[in-house]
């Protein structure tokens, strides 16, 4: 499984981005996919998760209602679009492979800096 994540960048607070992550050598039946995030000094945090069987998204509450997590299963890329963003959703995101949304990641790519700052 190769997971490849791109997108990030500097953003002012209020801003938006979207992250796209291509897998390659992916079961898209088998694995969810999903982004966690990791901020500097901080331990990892879950963002999103999406459901293998029907495409169900899970979302941390510090992104509800802001972040958006969508895929294209034909052309293997998964997005996350990232609106109202703050100085808080700093930090280096990652798209991962789960065995289930309910626990850690199983496999992931290299992260993509993600700095909101004015």
């Known amino acids: 499984v190769q997971l490849q994540a791109s997108g990030g960048g500097l953003v002012q607070p209020g801003g938006s981005l979207r992250l796209s992550c291509v897998a390659s050598?992916?079961?898209?039946?088998?694995?969810?996919i999903g982004w966690f995030r990791q901020a500097p000094g901080k331990e990892r945090e879950g963002v999103s998760c999406?459901?293998?069987?029907?495409?169900?998204?899970y979302d941390a509450d510090s992104v509800k209602g802001r972040f958006t997590f969508s895929r294209d299963i034909r052309r293997r890329t998964v997005y996350l679009q990232m609106n109202s963003l703050q100085p808080e959703d700093t930090a280096v995101y990652y798209c991962?492979?789960?065995?289930?949304?309910?626990?850690?990641?199983?496999?992931w790519g290299q992260g993509t800096l993600v700095t909101v700052s004015s």
């Open positions: 991962a492979a789960y065995g289930s949304c309910n626990g850690p990641p199983v496999e």
């Open positions: 999406m459901r293998s069987s029907d495409g169900r998204t």
């Open positions: 050598g992916f079961t898209w039946d088998y694995y969810s």
